[in-house]
């Protein structure tokens, strides 16, 4: 039998805040949107621009991370594999989406929120360098007790069934 590849990687900007809810069996899911833009010129020489807008969609210790981390604008790498649902609406039509299921995430920038505050330049910089720490999601560090890699493997992650997501 032939191999076959199922994997998407991104790098764009969010274009809204994350979403965390809890399925019934409390499995963390996170939910938010990316944009990827494109630039060509064309054979006339007009310059043109396309955005491209794609469903994110994070489980388990990757979803809380995301929740805690990433805000409208931030620009992120995301890793993961395309995964189509469908479902019936409340009216009765067929509804189906395209989203991108993510094994990893990191960010890109470091832009922390506008609205944070904080009384002296030193918690700053420990949230700062915690915050960079965390972005390393699948990166192992070394000689730390406490592993932070969160990248998720797909033998180790349980079969969630589309009834058990809650949106």
Not at 19 to 38: D, Q
Not at 98 to 115: G, K
Not at 127 to 135: I, L, Q, Y
Request: charged share 35%; hydrophobic share 30%; aromatic share 6%.
């Amino acid at each position: 039998m032939a191999k076959s590849l199922n994997r998407v990687q991104l790098i764009g900007n969010l274009t809204r805040d994350p979403e965390l809810r809890y399925t019934p069996n409390g499995t963390a899911v996170c939910s938010f949107s990316i944009a990827t833009n494109r630039s060509w010129t064309t054979d006339a020489g007009e310059k043109k621009d396309e955005a491209e807008f794609h469903r994110i969609v994070a489980w388990n210790k990757l979803a809380e991370i995301c929740s805690q981390f990433l805000v409208k604008g931030r620009k992120v790498y995301v890793e993961g594999r395309l995964s189509t649902r469908s479902w019936n609406a409340q009216d009765g039509t067929q509804k189906s989406t395209t989203e991108i299921i993510i094994s990893d995430m990191i960010l890109l920038d470091s832009r922390r929120q506008e609205t944070e505050s904080f009384d002296n330049d030193a918690s700053e910089k420990s949230v700062e360098e915690g915050s960079r720490e965390e972005a390393r999601v699948g990166k192992k560090s070394k000689g730390k007790k406490e592993e932070k890699n969160v990248k998720q493997d797909d033998e180790s992650t349980d079969e969630i069934a589309p009834d058990d997501i809650p949106f």
